[in-house]
C-alpha cells in the first residue's frame, strides 16, 4: 500500500509526541505511506495514549533504541531540546536513516545537526509545517492538520538529494504544499510573521494582567483583546525557545516595530490625527489587501483570478434609470494631483475599482494618507509637490495602463528610486511610449526588453523642459509627460496629432496650476503648486457605453443613466453610435466641478453601419468593443480605420472582437488598424458559444450585451478584471435586463 502520491516509508521513527509530529504520523499511517511508526517521548502518559490512540505501534525507552533501523527519523521536540536528543539518538542512527525535524527556527538546528553530526551531514532535511496551533500534545492530534498547508523546507547545499526527495514526498503525502528557501531567509521571514506577534501577545497579557484587577480585563476585554491575545495561550516552553534562538532576527524586526510604535506614541502625545489616520489607513489597506494572501500563506488556495467566467442567457431589453461608477481616468487623476496637493482635497464619487485603487496604494506606500473610499468619498492629505517618499517596495500597479503610464511622468522628477510592475496583461504592454520623451527630458528610466514593464525610474536627476509631438494620439502619454513637466526645469509643451482625453489639463487647472491650451498643443512650466480642492466624479461614460449598445441593440429597452460625463474628448462613442441611428439623447447638461455632466436616455433604434469617422476614434478609445457588437447588429457593413492603437489595450482588442464576434457567427474580419464588420440588420442575431475575454473587462462586459441579441446562452471567460473599472457590474447588468450569471470565483472570494 502507498499514500496517493505513492509514497511509503517501511519504519518511521518519531521522537517527542506532541500535535505537529503525531499529526504527521497519523496522517502517513491513515493514507498508507508507513509501515511501521516508534515513538519516544520523555513523558510515559503521551506514548501511552499516543499507543492507544493507533498513532504509533509502539514506543521505545530512549530515542536510541526508536531510532533503531529506522528509515525516516522525525525529531519534533522544542528548539532547545534538539541537540541534546540528536545526540542520544546519533548513535542508533542506521546509515542509510533519513532525519527530519519541524522546528520553527532554522538557524540553531542547523547548528545543532553540524554540531552533532559534522559540518557536512546530507541526511537530515531541515523542515518546518506552517501549521500550529494554540492546542498541543497528543490528544490533539489530526491527520488533517496538513492538508493545503504549506511547509518550507530549508536544504543546505550538501543536503542529500534523495534525502530531500524522501521528506518532500513524506510531507506531500499528507496533503502539503513544500516551498524550500534558505535558513537565514526562513528565519528573517518567520522572525517578522510568526515570531513577533506571539512575543507582543504574550506581552500585552503579561502587561495588562500586572497592572489591572484580573477580573476586570477578562471581565470586560472586549473582542479586540480575545483576538489580539489568542496566540498567548500556546505553550511557553515552545516559545521561550524559539525566541532564544531566532534572537538575532528577532531583535531586529523587534527594534524596528519599536521605532514606529513610538512614532505613533508621539502622534498621540501631539494630537497629530494625520499621522494616526496614515498608520491606521495604510494599516487597514495592507491587511484588507492581503488578507487572502495572509490565508493562502497556510492554505493554499487554487488561483482564483482567472476563474470567474460569466454565462449570460438570451435577454430582451434593457430598462431602467441608473448611474453607473465614477470616471476612471478622472478617479486616478484626483489622486494623483490631490497627493501633490497642499491642503486637503476631498472627492465623491470616486471609482472604488482594481485600476484606481492601484493608484490609491501607490500614493499610500509614498507616504501621502489618503482616508477612505468609503461609499466614493476619499480624503487626501496632500503633501505638496516634493513631499512624497520612497516607497519601501516595487509600487504594484496591477492591470492599469493609466496608472503606469502617469505615475512614470511624475516619478521621474522625484529624488527617489522607484520601481512599477502590473500584472500578466500590464507586462506585455508598451512603456517605450513614456520612456521615450522621459528620456529626452533627461531621465533615467529602465524598461524591460521591448519596452515592457517592470519599469525602474531613477531618482534625483533634474528634468529639464521639452517641446514633445506625440507619435500617437494617447492622452496617457500627454499626460505623462506634463506630469513630468510639473518638475522639469524651464516650459513644457506637448503637441498630439489628434484631440485626446483632456482630465489632466483640466484637473491641473482645478488644482490651481497654470496650464496653456493653444489648439493641439498643451504648455506647462514648472515652479508653481497646486492647491487641495474638492472634486466630483462623474459616473464615467466608458462604462455607460456597454448600456448605451445594450439598450441601442435589444428592441423595446429604455434607459437613463445619471450624472454622466460628457466632457466633448469622450463622447465619441455617441457621435458614433447617433451616426449609425442610436437613438440618444442628452438631457439636464451642466457643469460640475469643471467637467461637463448630464443625464443620457438611449431607446432601441435599428443602427446601420458606417466608415467610423477617424476623428471619433481617439474620442471613443475605450469603447469600441461595445462599439463592434453594435455594428454586428448594423444594417449593412460597419468599417474601423486608424485604431491601431486596439492593439495595445488590456488584451489586443480588435483581435479579441474579431475572434469573439466569429463565434457568434459574425464574419467580422480583423486589419492591420481596424476591422470590417457585416451586420446582420434586423431579423438577425447572435448564435451561443464560448468567448475567451483575455482578463479584458471591456471584452468581457461587450460580449455580455450580445445576449439581448442571442439565440442561446454566452459563455465569457476570465470575467474577473471587470472589477478593474466596474465593480458592481454583474448586479446592475441584470437589475437592468440581462440574465448573467457569475461562475467560478471571483478575486477576493
Ligand atoms: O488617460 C487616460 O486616463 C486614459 C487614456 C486612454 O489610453 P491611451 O492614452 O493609451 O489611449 C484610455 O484607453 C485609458 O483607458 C485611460
Ligand atoms: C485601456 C484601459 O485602461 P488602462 O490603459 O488604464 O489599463 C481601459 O480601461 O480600457
Wanted: overall charge negative; glycine content about 10%.
Amino acid at each position: 500500500m502507498t499514500t496517493e502520491n505513492g509514497f511509503f516509508v517501511n519504519r518511521v521513527a518519531v521522537i517527542g509526541l506532541g500535535l505537529i509530529g503525531c499529526s504527521w504520523v497519523k496522517g502517513l499511517r491513515v493514507r498508507g505511506g508507513v509501515g511501521e511508526v516508534i515513538g519516544f517521548d520523555r513523558n510515559l502518559d503521551s506514548m501511552e495514549l499516543a499507543c492507544q490512540s493507533g498513532i504509533i505501534d509502539r514506543y521505545a525507552a530512549s530515542p536510541a533504541a526508536a531510532v533503531e533501523n529506522a528509515d525516516l527519523v522525525i525529531v519534533s521536540v522544542p528548539i532547545l531540546s534538539i541537540r541534546p536528543v540528536l545526540e542520544a539518538l546519533a548513535p542508533a542512527l542506521s546509515v542509510h536513516a533519513v532525519i527530519t525535524d519541524v522546528g520553527s527556527v532554522k538557524g540553531s538546528v542547523s547548528a545543532d545537526v553540524k554540531a552533532v553530526f559534522g559540518e557536512t551531514f546530507g541526511r537530515f532535511v531541515l523542515g518546518h509545517p506552517i501549521a500550529g496551533s494554540e492546542r498541543s500534545g497528543v490528544a490533539a492530534t489530526d491527520e488533517h492538520l496538513y492538508c493545503r498547508h504549506k511547509v518550507i523546507i530549508t536544504p543546505e547545499t550538501y543536503t542529500d538529494p534523495q534525502a530531500l526527495q524522501l521528506v518532500t514526498q513524506a510531507w506531500l503525502a499528507v496533503g502539503a504544499e513544500v516551498e524550500s528557501m534558505t535558513v537565514n531567509h526562513h528565519d528573517e521571514v518567520l522572525a517578522a510573521t510568526s515570531h513577533l506577534p506571539h512575543l507582543l501577545a504574550y506581552s500585552l497579557v503579561d502587561t495588562l494582567a500586572n497592572s489591572h484587577e484580573n477580573k476586570e480585563i477578562f471581565n470586560y476585554a472586549a473582542g479586540g483583546f480575545r483576538d489580539f491575545t489568542r496566540i498567548a495561550a500556546s505553550s511557553p516552553e515552545m516559545w521561550r525557545d524559539i525566541f532564544t534562538a531566532n534572537r538575532d532576527h528577532l531583535l531586529a524586526t523587534l527594534d524596528l516595530f519599536n521605532k514606529d510604535l513610538q512614532q505613533l506614541r508621539e502622534a498621540i502625545v501631539e494630537n497629530d490625527t494625520t499621522t494616526l489616520m496614515g498608520v491606521l489607513t495604510r494599516a487597514k489597506a495592507a491587511r484588507d489587501h492581503f488578507s487572502n494572501i495572509l490565508a493562502r500563506r497556510a492554505f493554499v488556495e487554487p488561483m482564483k483570478t482567472s476563474s470567474l467566467s460569466y454565462l449570460v442567457q438570451p435577454a430582451q431589453s434593457l430598462s431602467g434609470t441608473f448611474r453607473v461608477p465614477g470616471d476612471k481616468s478622472i478617479s486616478h487623476r484626483s489622486i494623483m494631483l490631490g497627493s501633490l496637493a497642499n491642503g486637503v482635497t476631498e472627492v465623491t464619487g470616486f471609482l472604488e475599482g482594481e485600476d484606481s485603487l492601484a493608484t490609491l496604494q501607490a500614493f499610500r506606500d509614498m507616504g501621502v494618507v489618503i482616508e477612505g473610499p468609503h461609499r466614493g468619498r476619499v480624503t487626501i492629505h496632500g503633501v505638496g509637490l516634493q513631499g512624497l517618499k520612497a516607497p519601501a517596495n516595487a509600487l504594484y500597479v496591477g492591470n492599469s495602463g493609466t496608472s503606469i503610464r502617469l505615475l512614470s511622468g511624475l516619478l521621474a522628477g522625484q529624488q527617489f528610486d522607484v520601481e512599477m510592475s502590473g500584472d500578466e496583461s500590464l507586462s506585455k504592454r508598451p512603456m517605450g511610449r513614456v520612456a521615450d520623451p522621459l528620456r529626452l527630458m533627461g531621465a533615467i528610466v529602465d524598461t524591460e526588453d521591448g519596452g515592457r514593464p517592470p519599469l525602474k525610474i531613477k531618482g534625483g536627476h533634474a528634468l529639464k523642459g521639452i517641446h514633445y509631438h506625440l507619435p500617437m494620439a494617447s492622452a496617457q502619454v500627454k499626460s505623462c509627460v506634463l506630469l513630468a513637466g510639473l518638475y522639469a526645469e524651464g516650459q513644457t509643451s506637448v503637441t498630439e496629432p489628434a484631440p485626446t482625453r483632456d482630465h489632466t489639463e483640466r484637473m491641473l487647472k482645478g488644482f490651481g496650476y497654470d496650464v496653456q491650451v493653444n489648439g493641439s498643443t498643451v504648455t506647462i512650466q514648472s515652479g508653481g503648486e497646486l492647491t487641495a480642492t474638492s472634486i466630483d466624479v462623474p459616473a464615467d461614460i466608458s462604462s455607460t457605453a456597454f448600456y448605451m449598445v445594450g439598450a441601442s441593440i435589444a428592441s423595446g429597452s429604455d434607459i437613463t443613466l445619471q450624472h454622466v460625463g460628457i466632457n466633448p474628448t469622450r463622447i465619441g462613442v455617441i457621435n458614433i453610435l447617433r451616426a449609425m441611428g442610436g437613438n440618444i439623447e442628452v438631457m439636464n447638461e451642466r457643469e460640475v466641478g469643471g467637467e461637463p455632466v448630464a443625464d443620457i436616455r438611449v431607446r432601441s433604434a435599428q443602427l446601420k453601419g458606417i466608415h467610423i469617422p477617424e476623428d471619433q476614434v481617439p474620442l471613443a478609445i475605450d469603447e469600441f468593443p461595445a462599439i463592434f457588437i453594435a455594428a454586428a447588429c448594423a444594417e449593412g457593413e460597419t468599417v474601423l480605420t486608424g485604431a491601431e492603437e486596439l492593439r495595445v489595450k488590456e488584451s489586443d482588442r480588435i483581435q479579441s472582437m474579431v475572434d469573439g464576434l466569429n463565434v457568434l457567427g459574425v464574419a467580422a474580419k480583423g486589419t492591420q488598424d481596424g476591422a470590417i464588420i457585416p451586420g446582420f440588420g434586423a431579423n438577425g442575431c447572435f448564435g451561443g458559444g464560448v468567448i475567451e475575454s483575455h482578463g479584458d473587462h471591456r471584452i468581457a462586459m461587450s460580449f455580455s450585451m450580445a445576449s439581448l441579441r442571442a439565440e442561446a446562452a454566452i459563455i465569457i471567460h476570465d470575467c474577473a478584471n471587470v472589477a478593474t473599472s466596474f465593480p458592481g457590474y454583474v448586479e446592475l447588468a441584470n437589475n437592468a435586463g440581462l440574465q448573467l450569471e457569475e461562475q467560478g470565483e471571483a478575486r477576493g472570494d
